[in-house]
């Protein structure tokens, strides 16, 4: 009982300092969506770390938000042999997440320049790490300049830590799992890919297709045309409509979990309580001639 009053205490204080846009859209989960107004007031907080996570180091080089660390998306994400990737293992995520300087206790504020494509991985990972205090920058680095906000091109240098994961399987689904719970009127499946990938016209596998039952909501979908996320309203409209509910398990889905975990994060802000990523994928799923595959 205490460790649950203790939590729900946390996320009050947290909901509290960050405010803003983010708490006035009606998310259910608020503390996980940054604005550019809250970041620039907390900038010097010891207790924040900020992700760089755009796709070339030279980006960051040029010119990134004051404090910010470069991370790379194929550092949380492990390729396998064969074609995807999966989360590294635990001691791998504790080595990483120590050398940004992070604990159990640090508040991480992810962002790119795609909208949050690659900050969300980094969200889901944290995500299954055990990690609570995480957000993604509401439209990353783009609308930070454009509102004229100041850049830095020194490398920010943070003191190494010890991090202790946690592992929240619950998050991850595995192809075997899916296969399994199939049909049941508990699951939603979400493919974040395009419609020419759902139907099977663009093939990036031994077959085209879809996993059977999925809803095709591509991820671009949650986001506004300046790359911020839509209304709690307007996503809502939007899962609901295609069967999407909170009800339900829901499982995101791309070609390797990239795309669908901005999908993922856009579930965990609305407050989804059962939202899993199938890290595998449609690399997996399909690649192998075992698993159904509908069009």
Known sequence: MRRMVMAGVATVTLLAAIGGTALAAGYANPQFLVETDWLIRHLNDRDLRIIDMRDRLEEYAAGHIPGAVYLAVNQIRRALKEPGFVIPPDYELEEILGQLGITGE?????????????????????????????????????????????????????????????????????????????????????????PKEFRGEDVRAKRGGHIPGA????????????????????????????GVTKDKTTVTYCQTMHRASLSYFALRLLGYPDVRGYDRSWSEWGNDPALLVER
Not at 231 to 242: G, I, P, R, V
């Open 106 to 194: 640090t508040m991480v504020v992810a962002y790119d320049d795609q909208g949050g494509l690659n900050a969300s991985r980094l969200f889901y990972t944290l995500g299954y790490a055990g990690h609570g205090k995480m957000a993604l920058l509401n439209g990353g680095l783009t609308k930070w300049v454009a509102e004229g906000r100041s850049l830095a091109i020194e490398v920010s240098r943070v003191a190494k830590t010890v991090y202790r994961v946690h592992p929240d399987t619950g998050r991850v689904a595995s192809g075997r799992w899916i296969a399994a719970n199939l049909g049941k009127p508990n699951l939603a499946l979400v493919d974040a890919r395009s």
């Open 215 to 242: 809803a095709n909501i591509e991820w671009t979908q949650n986001l506004t045309a300046d790359k911020t996320f839509k209304s709690a309203d307007e996503l809502l409209n939007l899962y609901e409509k295609a």
